[in-house]
């Protein structure tokens, strides 16, 4: 089993920035890779980014490369997520996901484990 708990969601300002944090515990080989997603209201939950952790290799959606960044922390067991540039667009609940394997993805039905989510909101 996996356990992950997000933090550092907020209410911030166009053009700010934000970390998120996704803390996790649990079998190591059952969160080899993790992601972010997010859901605005009334829309459907959307893939943000993805890491493998061993290697770092990473993804993002399309329009959040070059604003978003997803690093790991192996040794505390924490995957974050950097955003900068924020727009309202942006405003969703973010969760995070683990996996076990060495494969990057990008749809939610291929995660196994979710955190609660952290709110993000944006304000023009």
């Known amino acids: 089993q996996v356990q992950l708990v997000e933090s550092g969601g907020g209410l911030v300002q166009a053009g700010d920035s934000l970390r998120l944090s996704c803390a996790a515990s649990?079998?190591?080989?059952?969160?080899?890779?993790m992601g972010w997603f997010r859901q605005a209201p009334g829309k459907e939950r959307e893939f943000v980014a993805a890491?493998?952790?061993?290697?770092?290799?990473?993804t993002y959606k399309d329009s959040v490369k070059g604003r978003f960044t997803i690093s790991r922390d192996n040794g505390k067991n924490t995957v974050y997520l950097q955003m900068n540039s924020l727009k309202p667009e942006d405003t969703a609940v973010y969760s995070c996901?683990?996996?076990?394997?060495?494969?990057?993805?990008?749809?939610?039905?291929?995660?196994?484990?979710w955190g609660q989510g952290t709110q993000v909101t944006v304000s023009s």
């Open positions: 649990g079998r190591p080989s059952s969160m080899s890779v």
């Open positions: 996901a683990a996996r076990g394997g060495v494969t990057l993805y990008s749809t939610a039905s291929s995660y196994d484990y």
């Open positions: 890491i493998i952790r061993s290697a770092g290799v990473t």
